[in-house]
C-alpha cells in the first residue's frame, strides 16, 4: 500500500535561546509556525523483510541513513517490532538547510503516516519520544499547529488564537550549520521575553513580538540577511526576521496580494535566492 502525506515547513515568529544546558543543547522559547510550503512525501509499505529505501527529488538530499525520513521509519518499524518493507520518495520542495524545518518535517511526518498505517500502534507518549530522539523540532511536526516550544523544542503550548499572517519567504543561496550558530552564541538572558500573552494581546504589534538571538551570530557571518529584512521592510512588511538558524528571511504582511505583489519584485531583485510567498496553516480559530 503506498501511502501520500505532505508536510509543512515552519517559521520561527520568535526564537529567544535562554541558557545552555548541561547536556550541551540550548533552552528555548519560540513561537513555531506551520506555513503553506510542503514535502510531499509517498511511503510504500510492503509485507515481508524489514528492508528501508529513500529516493528524492532532490539531488543533494542524502538518499540513506543519513536522511531523518529514513531514520523515522528504521525507528519506528523497530519500536514496532513491525516486518513490512518501506520504501519512501521525497519530492522536496522545503529548501534543505534554510531553518524552514524541512528534514524534520520529512521524519515527523513519516512517524505518524506509519503509525496511521499500522492502527497506531505506538502510543502518543511513545511517538513522541521516537521525534524526540530524531531531533528537537522534530515532535512540532507531529501535530504541525502553531505553538510556543519550550524546552530543546520539545516542549509545546499550541497557539490557537494566531492571526492571519501572510509572508514572504527569501533564502539566500547558502546554508548556515546549526551547530555552528549555536555554539558561537554568547547567551546574554535569563528567562524569556516574550509570550502567548503579548501574542493575544497584540497580534499586530510585531516589533514587539519578533526577534531571533540567533542573528546575533549569522548577520555578521552573512550581512545578506540583514540586506533581506530591510528590503522586505521597505516593500511594505510590518516586521521581518530571520526564521530558526536561518539563512531564510521572512516578512510578514497584513494581505496576500501584498506579499504576493512583493514576491513579484523580489524575484527580480534577488534572482539568486529561493522566493516564495506562504501564509500560517494549522490555525485553530
Known amino acids: ?20 544546558r548541561q547536556d550541551g543543547y540550548h533552552d528555548i522559547s519560540s513561537l513555531m509556525l506551520p506555513i503553506s510550503v510542503f514535502d510531499n512525501i509517498s511511503i510504500d509499505v510492503r509485507p515481508g523483510g524489514g528492508d528501508i529505501s529513500i529516493t528524492c ?3 543533494e538530499i542524502p538518499a540513506d541513513h543519513r536522511n531523518l525520513a529514513w531514520r523515522a521509519a528504521d525507528l519506528y518499524m523497530k519500536s514496532s517490532n513491525s516486518k513490512s518493507a518501506v520504501n519512501i520518495h521525497l519530492e522536496k520542495h522545503i529548501p534543505w538547510g534554510a531553518g524552514l524545518g524541512g528534514g524534520s518535517a520529512d521524519g515527523g511526518g513519516v512517524l505518524v503516516a506509519l503509525n496511521s498505517f499500522f492502527e497506531s ?11 524526540l530522539s530524531l531531533g528537537a523540532d522534530v515532535p512540532f511536526f507531529l501535530h504541525s499547529r502553531p505553538a510556543l516550544a519550550t524546552g530543546i523544542g520539545e516542549k509545546l503550548q499550541f497557539a490557537d488564537k494566531v492571526p492571519d499572517y501572510r509572508l514572504l519567504l527569501i533564502k539566500p543561496p547558502m546554508t548556515v550549520p546549526t551547530g555552528w550558530v549555536y555554539q558561537s552564541l554568547k547567551l546574554t538572558k535569563d528567562s524569556p521575553q516574550i509570550n502567548l500573552n503579548d ?20 548577520i555578521p557571518r552573512f550581512p545578506v540577511i540583514a540586506e533581506l529584512k530591510r528590503w522586505l521592510i521597505r516593500q511594505g512588511a510590518l516586521a521581518a526576521s530571520m526564521s530558526g538558524s536561518g539563512p531564510t528571511v521572512f516578512g510578514v504582511f497584513r494581505t496576500a496580494q501584498a506579499a504576493e505583489d ?3 519584485i523580489a524575484k527580480k531583485d534577488w534572482p539568486d535566492c529561493w522566493v516564495h510567498a506562504a501564509e500560517v496553516i494549522g490555525r485553530q480559530n
Open 57 to 59: 527529488n532532490s539531488p
Open 262 to 264: 512583493a514576491e513579484i
Open 121 to 131: 500502534t505506538l502510543p502518543p507518549g511513545e511517538l513522541e519520544r521516537l521525534a
Open 1 to 20: 500500500m503506498i501511502l501520500k502525506i505532505s508536510v509543512p515547513a515552519k517559521i520561527n515568529l520568535w526564537l529567544e535561546v535562554i541558557r545552555k
Open 199 to 218: 501574542l493575544s494581546e497584540h497580534p499586530w504589534q510585531l516589533k514587539h513580538l519578533i526577534e531571533n538571538d540567533l542573528e546575533s551570530v549569522t
